[in-house]
């Protein structure tokens, strides 16, 4: 597969860098040039025929990379004359590929088991694949809507007001493009890859979200460079590879990260516990991935139905995103095994093996994640909670929120207890 990086901007934000004599891709972060970057996280990926769009300055990344053989690549460079926008260029580069490929923008830095997107891309047959990401600030954001499938939907401008709780998932600037796409593009004119391309496209074809944890950033100001800067020195990139096992905290929901009102059925009722937006982006900006595992038996009882669940889960990712706080995923069980109550749903009166403290739920995340559970935690406010992570091998946290422990189902000790999400995140985070 061939990687194309589009490498045009201008990087107007970024003046103070550029200083107007280099192009927004060879500003250097730790005295390096965020092209080198991406060029090494697509050699490390054994993609090694790469194609360069460029425009201002282009000149410049010609006499650093040349023909990419210092740097253990082949490079072929195309240029614009005029700024086309992210996809423009598409028609040039339908004369170079006849295959699917790799689409990056310039101004990112990544470090990505691009493997497992390609394997996604083909397992799924898509006519386009988005790298998509929860991040820090989805309320300014374009909000990528999917389907269980992870079929994408729609996009919601981040212009457009938005009324409705939603799934904490942005488009992080990498795809896979078919080579049918780009051979529909037959006249040269500037183009928005989103708005003008995909958006239209997702009626037609099927067009999918590839949604991974790992590390992709725009450091398209100089604040988001300061930032990356630290996590590069922090060797987080990296260690967010899916390749690398992953460390991961399990976070309880109800009594956790939300006060606990009882079995919860209106996501109204989703208020945050104290100190968690700060707790949970405590997390964000460390090695550790957070996933909640949560008992949702009211769907067995009949209180709710499973989309209820899911948009009371929108609707704490919404409000976590609002502080700047994401979650990586939320598993659910719907299920409760006493059987004959008069409003009970019989499909989820079973006895399963995700409620917790059974781990079902924790495996699929440790598949889907590649998370090494020795090195993982779990929080929560009851011993339910903590009886999981005993289950699951992992270390231990009870809260004196929500239940504080008093629940007295399981005979179990944590291995440590805190008064909230915070201190515990401070004591395995330091
Ligand atoms: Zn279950």
Redesign the pocket.
């Known amino acids: 597969m061939r990687a194309v990086i589009m490498a045009g901007g201008k990087g107007t934000r970024l003046k103070e860098m550029t200083r107007n004599e280099i192009p927004k891709p060879m500003v250097k972060i730790l005295g390096k040039p965020i092209l080198e970057y991406q060029i090494d996280v697509l050699k490390e990926n054994g993609l090694k025929d790469i194609i360069i769009v460029i425009g201002y300055l282009g000149y410049k990344i010609k006499q650093y990379f040349k023909d990419g053989k210092d740097f253990g690549v082949n490079i072929t460079y195309i240029e614009e004359n005029e700024p086309l926008g992210t996809a423009g260029a598409f028609y040039y580069i339908k004369d170079y590929i006849k295959e699917d490929f790799i689409l990056l923008f310039g101004d990112i830095i990544f470090d990505v088991y691009l493997k497992k997107m390609i394997d996604f891309h083909n397992m799924k047959n898509s006519y386009a694949t988005l790298f998509v990401h929860p991040n820090s600030h989805p309320y300014d954001s374009d909000i990528i809507l999917m389907d269980v499938d992870n079929k994408i939907i729609g996009f919601d401008s981040k212009n457009n007001i938005r009324t409705y709780s939603y799934d904490n998932c942005v488009n992080a600037g990498i795809y896979i493009i078919s080579s049918n796409l780009i051979q529909k593009i037959d006249e040269l004119k500037k183009l928005d890859l989103e708005k003008d391309i995909l958006s239209k496209e997702i009626n037609e074809e099927n067009i999918f979200g590839y949604y991974s944890s790992e590390y992709v950033k725009d450091v398209g100001t100089v604040e988001r460079i300061k930032k990356t800067s630290k996590d590069l020195q922090k060797n987080i990139l990296k260690s967010k590879n899916l390749k690398n096992k992953q460390k991961c905290i399990f976070l309880d929901r109800d009594g956790t990260i939300n006060i606990h009102k009882g079995l919860i059925v209106n996501p109204d009722d989703i208020e945050l516990e104290k100190n968690v937006a700060e707790a949970v982006q405590k997390i964000n900006s460390s090695e550790y991935i957070t996933v909640v595992i949560t008992n949702q038996p009211q769907v067995a009882r009949g209180l709710c139905s499973i989309e209820d669940v899911e948009n009371i889960n929108k609707r704490l990712k919404t409000i976590l995103g609002e502080k700047g706080a994401y979650v990586e995923d939320i598993y659910y069980?719907?299920?409760h095994p006493d059987k004959g109550y008069p409003e009970e749903n019989k499909k989820y009166k079973i006895k399963?093996k995700?409620?917790k403290p059974s781990i079902e739920l924790i495996e699929k995340a440790v598949l889907k994640y590649n998370i090494d559970l020795e090195n993982s935690w779990f929080i929560g406010d009851t011993t339910i909670d903590i009886q999981t992570g005993v289950n699951a091998g992992m270390k231990t946290i009870l809260l004196n929120t929500g239940e504080a422990g008093k629940d007295g189902k399981y005979d179990v000790v944590s291995d440590y207890i805190c008064n909230d999400i915070l201190e515990a995140v401070n004591i395995i985070i330091k």
Do not use: D, N, Q, V
């Open positions: 069980c719907p299920h399963c995700c409620r």
